[in-house]
């Protein structure tokens, strides 16, 4: 299975922040015909995960733009440019090019 | 709106098989390209893709337990169904439904306690 490894485990950030999270994966994730299934999701505390991200750096529906999502093959970056208090909890990254799809450790983001 | 909501028992003895239900609104699973997974999630940790099925029918299992998974829906497609057989505690975890390869939209979470 393809491991995704994500640093740092825990940031620590003051609202208007700029921070940044790593996925690092064990293979690439390019697939033969040319596409990157690289996902971000924000799992706020008690609740479900939801969807930040898709396809390496396409935003989903109803997300702030202050999120971007960048990167290629084996490294992958989340950035959220200027943290909002709503933005806090555990941030996964997922890959869907092999299966079966694995996530990362997750990263929680937490106010300094 | 789309809409998920699982449901399950809550809690099963080792050795049992778990039953849940994915209901769902807003969307068919009729629908060409059309996708329904299952996730769980142990407390405190991460998450673990199950298994899916799709709109034609097709399934898709995790080779780590696919000997134990069984998914299936329901003929309205309005419903998708996960077994799991032989559980113990080690399947116990919060289990979550979601639409589409890139799960788009999630369920609230059942909780699953095995338990003797």
């Known amino acids: 299975d393809v491991v995704l490894t994500q640093t740092p485990s825990t940031l620590s950030a003051t609202i208007g922040q700029s921070v940044s999270i790593s996925c690092r994966s064990s293979?690439?994730?390019?697939?033969?015909?040319?596409?990157?299934?690289l996902y971000w999701y924000l799992q706020r505390p008690g609740q479900s995960p939801q969807l930040l991200i898709y396809l390496v750096s396409n935003l989903g529906s109803g997300v702030p733009n202050r999120f971007s999502g960048s990167g290629s093959g084996t490294d992958f970056t989340l950035k959220i440019s200027g943290v909002e208090a709503e933005d806090l909890g555990v941030y996964y990254c997922?890959?869907?090019?092999?299966?079966?799809?694995?996530f990362g450790g997750g990263t929680k983001l937490e106010l300094k | 709106q789309v809409t998920l909501k699982e449901s399950g028992p809550g809690m099963l003895q080792p050795s049992k098989t778990l039953s849940l239900t994915c209901s769902f609104s807003g969307f068919s699973l009729s629908t060409s390209g059309m996708v329904v997974s299952w996730i769980r999630q142990p407390s405190g940790k991460s998450l673990e893709w199950l298994a899916a099925?799709?709109?034609?029918?097709?399934?898709y299992y995790n080779p780590s337990l696919k000997s134990r998974l069984t998914v299936s829906k329901d003929t309205s497609n309005t419903q998708v169904f996960l077994k799991i057989t032989s559980v113990d505690t080690a399947d116990t975890a919060t289990y979550y439904c979601?639409?589409?390869?890139?799960?788009?939209?999630w369920g609230q979470g059942v909780m699953v306690t095995v338990s003797s």
């Open positions: 979601a639409r589409n390869w890139e799960l788009d939209y």
């Open positions: 997922m890959q869907a090019t092999h299966a079966p799809w694995t």
């Open positions: 099925i799709d709109w034609d029918g097709d399934k």
């Open positions: 293979q690439s994730l390019l697939d033969s015909a040319g596409n990157t299934y």
